[in-house]
């Protein structure tokens, strides 16, 4: 007998076979009655099945003694409440087992942590740290991150974590669903964005991965009720590596697969290892995806190796697959960043940006030089950025102001140079205001009013990531990002929600309690953030405790720093919670003091401090110089009134040139100063401010008083649906403010025109649109040279109000300078997006003008350019050949127009284009091709009709809120629909559409 | 038969040697440092290297291992491969110690054991170890395989790790696993049979030298 098959127990010689239950217990040596052993001795089948037994005995003996430990006493992991079933893999990190957890029986996977040295208090710590990580994992809610139900330790001092059981493949066993490559890759890309998104929650708790590897990343069926298979990609091991002290302190080499490290794990630098770390491994991941092999040649030692992914370039991923698109590689590589400011600065950056290629929209891995280079083109050279001015260019950035990509060798040395001269301070603040900035503005094309709304729920998010350790992992970072998060609410003013102010008091008190514990009573950052503390407590009215803090932070900082710009920060800070304590004779002297201190230090570090200063100072002047009866002699009040005039005219001056024309210290300036007017209409701060504002109505006072509410106002409501009006108006006299106080040509007022810009185009108005646009392009020449990038942004976005405001020829001409620009840049720099686009403009503009045998020319030349660069399916190659379109029909060939139409109308609609100017041409291109072969008379034409006329209604109603009837197409639009009309018998119509077209 | 697991799938030592020679040959890689790296850090552990640090000790001797064998350092007529990774396993948890005890005073230490007074027991002692935390590594592997590879019902896998493994009583594990005590003592048995000769196959591939 085998003990597979046994037979009945028996006691007797002849009786039937041993049962297993008795092999059993002889096999584990106890000792054969006399019966069973003269059984024994007679059936040859028992003794085998003994001897099996014995064997299998041992190994299970030795199998406890091997796994007896990991697995407890009695059969550990015993937890209450779940059934563990089975192994579901054992590494160096713990087992995993399958289990089930018996109130819902829901699968769940129990991982068992390897037990720290028992009873030491080191394992007590370890394990407690252990607990720690544990509560921020489960705080984790995302569906493609791996659920955290509970942790529990077990008598033996094993951790025990219960989570999510994810029943899927790892994403290199994964195959993309899809019937050829094109959708494959598409198929990946889209459970990418969601793997971005789950590292991106994680990211928020602050919670890093470290080991992000495709073994980490399981792609799991789901099932619904279509036939298409939807896909749910979750992240595995958060954290674990953390939680499991597998990284290393090895100086150079690194835990698990090296090849996913980055260039600061390879590097050793564990102290640099943050978010943007998982971001380098997510570039990774996606290129080994993408081209089926890793970024580098990984040969040689490890050292080599990381070397290699320290230093070396990645090999491009097209050079691995041509097929792949150049967005793609552009992304990819932005991930892969050596630097990690020049990564994105977010996994949900990433995640949108391919998101962005998937929808067919300009990728902003691309456009990133021609924002950069803007931005700090614009700001670099006023010394401080200023958050507020950030928070704009974030805007103007995000809402498609700058969208277009540059990369030029131009670009590469600037971006260069300034990546030297950039702070490492400045690069932590901007990254991490960056970062919330993008978290805050969701919508691609957010609408200024809603400002302060969006920021606010980005404090909101920044203050959670704060107090649940976010930044843990950097002090540094985490107090700057305390300091930045209190300093950008403080400079805010307006009203704030006394909850915000709160968490912002909140957060900086305990950030002041770790900083005390990790570097004792004082260090500058302690300085730094008692006067952010101060800030916040003087915005929340409780002076006395304010100036008590201010006056510590101030007195440290002189300690600690010396005398400077620090200081004087302090002193200023102190001087404004006099101020608002009703002391202003304190105040001023103060002020006067730290004045005489400014003086003496460089324009860039002393500018915004003397400003403030000033209109500290005179702000006590102008209160004594407001009341009823002067407090001193006619000579006394003569001189205060000079001084206050001085005052005012430094500040103003000092103010426009570093801030944007917006932020709300620059129009707390200019109120002073109208208020300065109103008291002494003779002098001259009165009679520049005439200059500008003289001839309205109430007064000098009163206008500015009403223009700068205007501007601060619309800030705060909630979203408007229509466009607020009057606003470019305002900002037009502020530039001419500006102007006249820092000269025509000062780059400062670049900024302004900017903010004419966008103000302007939500008012649809087209002219000052341009002509700033324009008027920005001229200094920027003049200040940074003629061909330079900056340059070329200008012009490129003066082109379409242009042609919408009926200025054609100009525009033809100005789009041929971009082009010219373009030209200048060495083919191999060149950007074909860019290019290609100014190409299409510059058609477009001598379409417009008449000109359509040149225009087609220069059409196809940029439907060439932009299909080798971003292929037939993005939205400006469909956009270029509607355009196109127009210009054949225009020239007789009808049919081919209809086409080519036709074309790009089905590519905006797959893409789902939502931008309705662009729309908008490509319908018209269709329906104006169409109308020019109408079929004979019947039901084909008729049909023929009804499509023109659903085509072009949306289309000309569209247009005429953008532009008007001085756009020649929208002219051809209108006469379409009136012949549309006409032939349909829709008189109403016809009327109608005469009516708007200006005819009777 | 089924395939082994995923890290004896290079089957012997002999070939995956060889393929390490192509660095760019991620997969050996992965297969060398999931074979090693577990046995490593409970070697360590074993000789007193504290729970924190043996992740460490075993990152550091496979980086060694690895730096030494692209250098050629490794003779094969000199002795097993096992050997060779056992003996740089062993210095680099020496160092360990050694450094654990200089930062932290006197008093502090762990291997006393290990050291040479009898450097023939000494070094039998650490290859029993060796062996001991091997085996361990294998069995994990092993019982992973056989739940992957699908041939035994989850019941059947459950009777053999609560009776065999987790020593819980046959009547017990029978009612757990809602069988008879005659069927757990059959299902315990197929999985042993099983597992040994899985045991042995993994051994022997691990094992293997030229």
């Given at each position: 007998?085998?003990?597979?098959?046994?037979?009945?127990?028996?006691?007797?010689?002849?009786?039937?076979?041993?049962?297993?239950?008795?092999?059993?217990?002889?096999?584990?040596?106890?000792?054969?009655?006399?019966?069973?052993?003269?059984?024994?001795?007679?059936?040859?089948?028992?003794?085998?099945?003994?001897?099996?037994?014995?064997?299998?005995?041992?190994?299970a003996q030795r199998a406890r003694q091997l796994v007896g430990e990991e697995l407890g006493p009695v059969g550990a992991p015993r937890l209450p409440g779940y059934v563990v079933q089975r192994v579901v893999s054992a590494g160096s990190q713990g087992v995993v087992y399958r289990a089930v957890q018996e109130s819902t029986h829901r699968n769940v996977a129990v991982k068992c942590f390897e037990p720290g040295e028992s009873g030491t208090s080191g394992a007590t710590r370890q394990r407690a740290r252990a607990e720690r990580e544990v509560e921020i994992l489960a705080r984790l809610r995302h569906s493609n991150v791996v659920g955290i139900y509970e942790s529990r330790v077990l008598a033996d001092g094993r951790l025990v974590v219960i989570m999510e059981y994810v029943d899927g493949v790892p994403l290199d066993q994964w195959t993309p669903p899809g019937q050829n490559?094109?959708?494959?890759?598409?198929?990946?890309?889209?459970?990418?964005?969601?793997?971005?998104?789950?590292?991106?929650?994680?990211?928020?708790?602050?919670?890093?991965?470290?080991?992000?590897?495709?073994?980490?990343?399981?792609?799991?069926?789901?099932?619904?009720?279509?036939?298409?298979?939807?896909?749910?990609?979750?992240?595995?091991?958060?954290?674990?590596?953390?939680?499991?002290?597998?990284?290393?302190?090895?100086?150079?080499?690194?835990?698990?697969?090296?090849?996913?490290?980055?260039?600061?794990?390879?590097?050793?630098?564990?102290?640099?290892?943050?978010?943007?770390?998982?971001?380098?491994?997510?570039?990774?991941?996606?290129?080994?995806?993408?081209?089926?092999?890793?970024?580098?040649?990984?040969?040689?030692?490890?050292?080599?190796?990381?070397?290699?992914?320290?230093?070396?370039?990645?090999?491009?991923?097209?050079?691995?697959?041509?097929?792949?698109?150049?967005?793609?590689?552009?992304?990819?590589?932005?991930?892969?960043?050596?630097?990690?400011?020049?990564?994105?600065?977010?996994?949900?950056?990433?995640?949108?940006?391919?998101?962005?290629?998937?929808?067919?929209?300009?990728?902003?891995?691309?456009?990133?030089?021609?924002?950069?280079?803007?931005?700090?083109?614009?700001?670099?050279?006023?010394?401080?950025?200023?958050?507020?001015?950030?928070?704009?260019?974030?805007?103007?950035?995000?809402?498609?102001?700058?969208?277009?990509?540059?990369?030029?060798?131009?670009?590469?040395?600037?971006?260069?140079?300034?990546?030297?001269?950039?702070?490492?301070?400045?690069?932590?603040?901007?990254?991490?205001?960056?970062?919330?900035?993008?978290?805050?503005?969701?919508?691609?094309?957010?609408?200024?009013?809603?400002?302060?709304?969006?920021?606010?729920?980005?404090?909101?998010?920044?203050?959670?990531?704060?107090?649940?350790?976010?930044?843990?992992?950097?002090?540094?970072?985490?107090?700057?990002?305390?300091?930045?998060?209190?300093?950008?609410?403080?400079?805010?003013?307006?009203?704030?929600?006394?909850?915000?102010?709160?968490?912002?008091?909140?957060?900086?008190?305990?950030?002041?309690?770790?900083?005390?514990?990790?570097?004792?009573?004082?260090?500058?950052?302690?300085?730094?953030?008692?006067?952010?503390?101060?800030?916040?407590?003087?915005?929340?009215?409780?002076?006395?405790?304010?100036?008590?803090?201010?006056?510590?932070?101030?007195?440290?900082?002189?300690?600690?720093?010396?005398?400077?710009?620090?200081?004087e920060e302090s002193r200023l800070l102190l001087a404004k919670v006099l101020m608002a304590s009703k002391r202003p004779q304190e105040a001023a002297d103060l002020a006067r003091e730290a004045l005489k201190a400014l003086a003496a230090l460089p324009e860039n570090e002393s500018d915004r401090l003397i400003a403030s200063m000033s209109v500290l100072r005179a702000r006590v002047l102008l209160d004594e110089l407001g009341r009823d009866v002067p407090l001193g002699t006619v000579a006394e009040v003569s001189d205060q009134s000079q001084v206050c005039e001085g005052l005012l005219r430094v500040a103003l001056t000092r103010r426009l040139r570093s801030l944007p024309i917006r932020d709300s210290e620059t129009l707390a300036s200019i109120a002073a100063a109208a208020e300065f007017a109103s008291l002494r209409p003779e002098s001259e701060l009165s009679k520049l401010?005439?200059?500008?504002?003289?001839?309205?109505?109430?007064?000098?006072?009163?206008?500015?008083?009403?223009?700068?509410?205007?501007?601060?106002?619309?800030?705060?409501?909630?979203?408007?649906?229509?466009?607020?009006?009057?606003?470019?108006?305002?900002?037009?006299?502020?530039?001419?403010?500006?102007?006249?106080?820092?000269?025509?040509?000062?780059?400062?007022?670049?900024?302004?025109?900017?903010?004419?810009?966008?103000?302007?185009?939500?008012?649809?108005?087209?002219?000052?649109?341009?002509?700033?646009?324009?008027?920005?392009?001229?200094?920027?020449?003049?200040?940074?040279?003629?061909?330079?990038?900056?340059?070329?942004?200008?012009?490129?976005?003066?082109?379409?109000?242009?042609?919408?405001?009926?200025?054609?020829?100009?525009?033809?001409?100005?789009?041929?300078?971009?082009?010219?620009?373009?030209?200048?840049?060495?083919?191999?720099?060149?950007?074909?997006?860019?290019?290609?686009?100014?190409?299409?403009?510059?058609?477009?503009?001598?379409?417009?003008?008449?000109?359509?045998?040149?225009?087609?020319?220069?059409?196809?030349?940029?439907?060439?350019?932009?299909?080798?660069?971003?292929?037939?399916?993005?939205?400006?190659?469909?956009?270029?050949?509607?355009?196109?379109?127009?210009?054949?029909?225009?020239?007789?060939?009808?049919?081919?127009?209809?086409?080519?139409?036709?074309?790009?109308?089905?590519?905006?609609?797959?893409?789902?284009?939502?931008?309705?100017?662009?729309?908008?041409?490509?319908?018209?291109?269709?329906?104006?091709?169409?109308?020019?072969?109408?079929?004979?008379?019947?039901?084909?034409?008729?049909?023929?009709?009804?499509?023109?006329?659903?085509?072009?209604?949306?289309?000309?109603?569209?247009?005429?809120?953008?532009?008007?009837?001085?756009?020649?197409?929208?002219?051809?639009?209108?006469?379409?629909?009136?012949?549309?009309?006409?032939?349909?018998?829709?008189?109403?119509?016809?009327?109608?559409?005469?009516?708007?077209?200006?005819?009777? | 038969?089924?395939?082994?697991?995923?890290?004896?799938?290079?089957?012997?030592?002999?070939?995956?040697?060889?393929?390490?020679?192509?660095?760019?040959?991620?997969?050996?890689?992965?297969?060398?440092?999931?074979?090693?790296?577990?046995?490593?850090?409970?070697?360590?552990?074993?000789?007193?290297?504290?729970?924190?640090?043996?992740?460490?000790?075993?990152?550091?001797?496979?980086?060694?291992?690895?730096?030494?064998?692209?250098?050629?350092?490794?003779?094969?007529?000199?002795?097993?491969?096992?050997?060779?990774?056992?003996?740089?396993?062993?210095?680099?948890?020496?160092?360990?110690?050694?450094?654990?005890?200089?930062?932290?005073?006197?008093?502090?230490?762990?291997?006393?054991?290990?050291?040479?007074?009898?450097?023939?027991?000494?070094?039998?002692?650490?290859?029993?170890?060796?062996?001991?935390?091997?085996?361990?590594?294998?069995?994990?592997?092993?019982?992973?395989?056989?739940?992957?590879?699908?041939?035994?019902?989850?019941?059947?896998?459950?009777?053999?790790?609560?009776?065999?493994?987790?020593?819980?009583?046959?009547?017990?594990?029978?009612?757990?696993?809602?069988?008879?005590?005659?069927?757990?003592?059959?299902?315990?048995?197929?999985?042993?049979?099983?597992?040994?000769?899985?045991?042995?196959?993994?051994?022997?591939?691990?094992?293997?030298?030229?």
């Open positions: 007998m085998s003990a597979e098959a046994p037979g009945q127990t028996g006691d007797e010689p002849g009786s039937p076979c041993l049962g297993a239950e008795m092999i059993d217990r002889l096999a584990l040596g106890r000792e054969p009655s006399g019966i069973i052993a003269e059984h024994l001795l007679a059936c040859a089948s028992c003794r085998a099945a003994l001897h099996v037994a014995q064997e299998d005995a041992e190994f490559a094109g959708e494959k890759r598409r198929a990946l890309l889209r459970a990418f964005v969601s793997i971005c998104q789950g590292v991106h929650h994680a990211h928020l708790n602050g919670v890093i991965h470290r080991d992000l590897k495709p073994q980490n990343i399981l792609i799991a069926a789901e099932s619904s009720g279509s036939g298409a298979v939807p896909v749910r990609p979750v992240v595995v091991d958060f954290g674990i590596a953390r939680l499991t002290s597998v990284s290393t302190t090895m100086t150079g080499d690194f835990a698990g697969t090296p090849a996913y490290a980055s260039p600061e794990q390879a590097a050793g630098s564990h102290d640099a290892i943050d978010a943007l770390t998982d971001v380098y491994s997510l570039g990774v991941v996606l290129y080994r995806m993408l081209a089926g092999k890793m970024p580098y040649e990984l040969t040689g030692s490890i050292l080599d190796i990381a070397r290699k992914i320290a230093e070396e370039p990645a090999i491009p991923l097209r050079q691995r697959d041509a097929s792949i698109a150049r967005d793609i590689e552009a992304i990819v590589d932005r991930a892969m960043r050596k630097q990690k400011e020049r990564r994105y600065q977010s996994a949900a950056a990433l995640g949108r940006d391919i998101e962005r290629y998937l929808d067919g929209q300009p990728v902003e891995a691309r456009a990133e030089s021609a924002a950069y280079v803007l931005r700090r083109t614009l700001m670099v050279n006023r010394g401080r950025v200023a958050l507020a001015a950030l928070a704009f260019l974030a805007l103007l950035v995000g809402g498609g102001v700058v969208y277009s990509s540059l990369s030029s060798a131009e670009a590469s040395r600037r971006l260069a140079a300034e990546r030297q001269a950039q702070a490492r301070l400045e690069s932590a603040r901007a990254r991490a205001v960056t970062e919330v900035l993008r978290e805050a503005i969701p919508a691609p094309d957010p609408s200024l009013p809603q400002l302060k709304l969006l920021v606010s729920a980005g404090f909101g998010r920044l203050f959670y990531r704060l107090e649940f350790n976010a930044f843990a992992d950097d002090p540094e970072v985490d107090q700057q990002v305390r300091r930045i998060w209190g300093g950008i609410y403080t400079s805010f003013g307006g009203e704030k929600a006394a909850a915000l102010i709160e968490y912002s008091e909140v957060s900086l008190r305990n950030g002041l309690v770790r900083l005390r514990l990790t570097h004792g009573r004082e260090h500058p950052e302690i300085a730094e953030t008692l006067h952010q503390l101060a800030s916040v407590l003087l915005v929340r009215r409780r002076y006395a405790e304010a100036e008590r803090v201010a006056r510590k932070a101030m007195e440290m900082r002189l300690r600690l720093i010396g005398p400077g710009a620090t200081f401010l005439g200059q500008v504002w003289g001839s309205e109505a109430g007064g000098v006072a009163d206008a500015v008083a009403r223009d700068v509410a205007m501007v601060r106002g619309t800030d705060d409501g909630p979203h408007e649906e229509s466009a607020p009006t009057g606003r470019t108006a305002v900002f037009q006299k502020m530039l001419k403010l500006q102007e006249l106080l820092l000269g025509p040509d000062d780059p400062a007022i670049v900024n302004t025109l900017l903010t004419i810009m966008r103000a302007a185009e939500r008012e649809f108005m087209l002219t000052p649109r341009w002509t700033a646009s324009l008027r920005a392009a001229d200094v920027l020449a003049r200040e940074y040279g003629a061909n330079d990038l900056s340059v070329l942004t200008a012009l490129t976005q003066a082109v379409p109000p242009m042609l919408f405001d009926g200025e054609a020829e100009r525009a033809a001409e100005v789009a041929a300078r971009a082009c010219r620009i373009h030209a200048s840049i060495p083919d191999e720099s060149r950007d074909e997006l860019l290019a290609g686009n100014s190409e299409r403009v510059l058609a477009w503009a001598l379409a417009v003008s008449g000109k359509h045998v040149e225009a087609s020319e220069r059409y196809q030349a940029a439907i060439d350019r932009l299909t080798r660069c971003v292929g037939e399916h993005h939205h400006t190659t469909a956009l270029a050949q509607a355009q196109l379109a127009v210009t054949l029909t225009e020239l007789g060939q009808v049919r081919e127009g209809e086409a080519l139409a036709r074309r790009a109308l089905r590519t905006v609609d797959e893409l789902g284009v939502s931008a309705l100017d662009q729309v908008g041409h490509v319908r018209f291109a269709v329906a104006h091709a169409m109308l020019k072969k109408l079929p004979p008379e019947g039901p084909e034409r008729r049909a023929a009709l009804d499509e023109a006329r659903e085509l072009l209604t949306p289309s000309a109603e569209t247009y005429a809120r953008v532009c008007g009837l001085r756009y020649p197409w929208y002219r051809l639009m209108l006469d379409d629909l009136i012949m549309v009309a006409t032939l349909s018998g829709r008189d109403a119509d016809v009327v109608r559409w005469r009516a708007v077209r200006g005819q009777e | 038969m089924p395939e082994l697991d995923p890290i004896f799938a290079t089957r012997t030592t002999t070939r995956l040697l060889d393929a390490l020679r192509d660095s760019s040959n991620e997969p050996v890689w992965s297969q060398i440092d999931a074979r090693y790296r577990p046995v490593i850090r409970g070697l360590a552990r074993r000789i007193g290297v504290p729970e924190g640090e043996a992740d460490d000790v075993a990152q550091q001797s496979l980086a060694e291992f690895v730096r030494c064998f692209r250098d050629g350092r490794y003779d094969r007529t000199k002795g097993r491969l096992s050997s060779w990774i056992l003996s740089i396993a062993h210095h680099t948890s020496l160092a360990a110690i050694r450094r654990r005890r200089r930062d932290a005073g006197p008093g502090v230490g762990g291997a006393d054991d290990v050291d040479p007074a009898d450097p023939a027991s000494a070094e039998r002692a650490l290859r029993s170890v060796w062996n001991e935390e091997r085996d361990r590594v294998i069995l994990h592997h092993a019982m992973a395989t056989l739940h992957d590879e699908g041939s035994m019902d989850e019941r059947t896998l459950l009777a053999f790790e609560l009776s065999a493994l987790r020593g819980v009583p046959a009547t017990e594990a029978a009612s757990q696993c809602q069988m008879t005590v005659e069927q757990l003592y059959v299902a315990r048995s197929r999985v042993t049979r099983r597992l040994r000769v899985m045991v042995r196959e993994m051994t022997s591939a691990f094992e293997e030298d030229a």
